[in-house]
């Protein structure tokens, strides 16, 4: 069945009570972040957990480049509520932060009330 066709039913069985929209999950974003799981491992409170070797931040092995190419983005809602959506490229080749904060972002989006774009979520 289509999105079209489900359209269709929702009206036809006269279901017209409010949806939530994308422009509503836009409207409680408070505040977004952004960083990568480089980012994220170099920092004061990063573990890594390498069977006890130690970290690499200590004289241990360099970090993984790959980390670099991971994006995490962190969206913080009126309500308090945290989502979080992620980001990764198949090819180190292919990575730009900006594309990765976009998806990233959109993932995080998803997770709050999964909405195809043009379409409303039930009511909750």
């Known amino acids: 069945m289509t999105d079209q066709q489900i359209e ?6 006269g279901l017209t009570a409010p949806r939530i929209t994308l422009a509503d999950i836009e409207a409680n ?3 977004e972040f952004y960083f990568t799981a480089m980012d994220g491992a170099k920092s004061d409170n990063a573990v890594c957990a390498d069977n006890g ?6 004289g241990g092995e ?7 190419l991971l994006t995490f ?3 913080v809602l009126r309500n308090g509520f945290t989502v979080t959506g992620e980001s990764a490229c198949a090819s ?3 990575f730009d932060a900006e594309v ?3 998806i990233a972002r959109q993932n995080a989006v ?4 999964p909405v195809k774009p043009g379409r409303e979520a039930p009511s909750a």
Do not use: F, W
Request: aromatic share 2%; hydrophobic share 30%.
């Open 110 to 113: 998803a997770k709050i009330v």
């Open 100 to 102: 990765g904060q976009k």
């Open 62 to 68: 360099p970090y993984p480049h790959c980390l670099s």
């Open 92 to 94: 180190p080749d292919n």
């Open 73 to 75: 983005c962190v969206l």
């Open 29 to 31: 974003i408070a505040d």
């Open 53 to 58: 070797a130690g970290t690499h931040d200590n």
């Open 8 to 13: 269709q039913e929702i009206q036809a069985k």
